[in-house]
């Protein structure tokens, strides 16, 4: 079944859809249509969001939280249709958009009872009879640019701390998911959102992406992607001097020690690098192992990766989707086929791509300043380095342009803390896989791999979202 997906705007559906997307399990399936907007529709969407916002922020944060937690028991009651979807447009494993969907179900949950929480702080005054507080304002219309690898709870985890804030959301989300975010659009929709509070605008991003980031009317921007894009997006918003967030790629790296026990090493690794089939910014790329446990963990990890069985995600017996595009799948096979011809050793049982399957690969004997080990490839593969000692793995970690998460397989209390100090990463994972977050728990990461500004998830997550205004009350008036 082929779904006909448009803009919202202004609480209409608009627009001309044109864009196809294939399902990646079934390239012959056409999943969804949706348009190929234009700077005009951007505009128009921007336009509604602006003459939306003020009626909105006038709303009580608990009348807002409402609108949040409505939406959210709406998209339980799709859960098993949403999730259905998103297999089919994403590629995902019924069990991980299950997940996914109810991470952005949960989101909203959170953000919702956020309504009830104090925004701002009182604080004393040097001034006898005088009270201070302070109020967290909504900066007014937001941009979002979200990616495909997690099409519904990324946009729920931008767009709820945003709503809840008071601000209205223009959201151009990638082309190959249209229908995760209409299902999150509808639900905020049906929960009552007033029109144009939330506009959704399809495209591509150097068309409609370029034009929301350079909109005059856009105080902030959002964005999720790639390195180079996140880049250029930076200097077109911050150009204009408005307030941007980036979260962007990683090669995250894992250290395996010696004293690591090398089952639930090479399990850790092997769910972190193939789990949502690699394609998590967060997903184990590298791993850097000492002597001791280096072949027993090298054969556990290419068992493991042996024993995944790629295929449609909708099918039973299937443990990893395929790759979203024909486009990624390309990138990733060159990237391998290169490993190869550079000497490094993918194992007995290298298996090639089935259609848009590819199976996990496990590459040993790389070399750290290769290209397999320093950039990213978006994909199930993983390089195994060798090092000679605890020390040479961690600044090995480290000589890195990126800087999301990382992780040590230790059984040692104080070199686990040595390691969660001195690694340079956003995120800190200790015998547990880089890839899985708690939505209450602050996320991002440094260098090429964020903005490293304003946190995303979490409490903390509204600060990008507002500004603060300090209020001085006089009692002797």
Known sequence: MTTHVLNLVDGARTGEATTERRNPARPDEVVAVSP???????????GAAAAAQPGWAAMTPVARGAVLLDAADLLRQRHADVAADLVREEGKTRAEAMGEVRRAIDVLRFFGAAGWRPTGETL??????TSVHTRAEPLGVVGLVTPWNFPIAIPAWKMAPALISGNAVVIKPAELTPLSIDHLATALHDAGLPAGVLNVVHGKGSVAGEALASHAGVAALSFTGSTAVGRHLHDVVTGRRARVQLEMGGKNAYLVLDDADVEQAAATVAAGAFGLTGQAC???????VTPGVRDAFVSRLRELAAAARPGDGLADGTTIGPVVSQ???DKDVAAIEAALAAGSDGGAGLAGPDGQL????VFSDVEHDSAL????VFGPVVAVVDVPDYETGLTRVNDSSYGLTAGVC???LGTAYDFAARAQVGVVKVNRPTTGLDLNVPFGGVRDSSSNTFREQGARAVDFYTWSKSVYVGHDV
């Open 373 to 376: 080990a320093r950039d990213e």
């Open 282 to 288: 967060t997903a184990t790329s590298r791993v850097y």
């Open 358 to 361: 590819l199976a996990p690969v």
């Open 124 to 129: 004393p005054s040097v001034v006898p009879s």
């Open 327 to 329: 486009a990624q799948l």
């Open 36 to 46: 190929a907007s234009s700077a005009a529709d951007v505009d128009a969407a921007v």
């Open 410 to 412: 230790t059984r040692d």
